[in-house]
């Protein structure tokens, strides 16, 4: 990953301010603009940067993979799948400051190339089929243009690998997911993980880890 000259003092700067409790999206302003920062690596700020309080709460909920045997999962789908894709396609992807793996792609608004997706989604289950989980409750959400498609793959691959579970469609998931009240969530969504009681599992760098053992970008390690 490239990154400027500046970012670690920036993040530095941003960390410094969310401790601080300024808002996040006028400090992201305000520190890119100082440093002169792009647009991916103000993305890595504000979705990568957290204050200390919030690090270490989350940090509390994440479980790993020795815990999901025969345990119902509640996976949020677009979030694991553009992570995993950003990776495919050599995007930024960065580990935050609360232990989860992120992206800095921005990808609202664009389209999934089909072959990509199906990638992703054969590295997703390789991973599922090998550490045997329960009930695998998939959360799609319908205004994404892709939705349709990966509704249908994801049923097929259920189906073809004998793995209980279900695609499931809403208008909006993350009000879903936030009540989930059994098994874990799979996601890295900042409001979902803070709004819901549940552990939290990260599937997206647990099925690139699996599949491909990369080195992640680390913000931790500049703030620490």
């Known amino acids: 990953m490239i990154i400027s000259k500046d970012f670690k003092a920036a993040v530095q700067d941003y960390f410094c301010l969310m401790n601080k409790a300024y808002p996040d999206r006028g400090s992201v302003k305000f520190v890119g603009d100082r440093y002169g920062l792009s647009g991916s690596e103000r993305s890595m700020l ?4 957290h204050a200390r309080s919030l690090n270490d709460k989350r940090k509390k909920k994440l479980i790993s993979d020795r815990d999901l045997h025969k345990r119902p999962l509640h996976i949020d789908s677009f979030n694991a799948l553009l992570t995993i894709i950003s990776y495919l396609e050599g995007k930024p992807i960065f580990l935050s400051t609360d232990g989860l793996l992120r992206d800095a792609s921005e990808w609202h608004g664009k ?7 199906k990638q992703a989604l054969e590295a997703l289950f390789d991973f599922l089929k090998a550490n045997d989980p329960g009930y695998l409750n998939f959360y799609i959400d319908e205004p994404m243009h892709e939705s349709g498609m990966i509704y249908r793959l994801i049923s097929e691959k259920l189906e073809v690998l004998s793995l209980k579970g279900k695609a499931n469609r809403f208008p909006y998931s993350d009000d879903i997911l936030q009540r989930v009240r059994d098994g874990y969530l799979t996601t890295s969504d ?21 599949k491909f053992n990369p080195r992640f970008f680390e913000l931790t390690k500049i703030i620490s």
């Open 111 to 117: 389209s999934i190339q089909s072959g990509r997706l």
């Open 46 to 49: 504000f979705r990568g940067v």
């Open 190 to 210: 900042s409001q979902i993980i803070d709004k819901s009681s549940r552990p939290v599992f990260d599937l997206a760098k647990a099925v690139l880890d699996y």
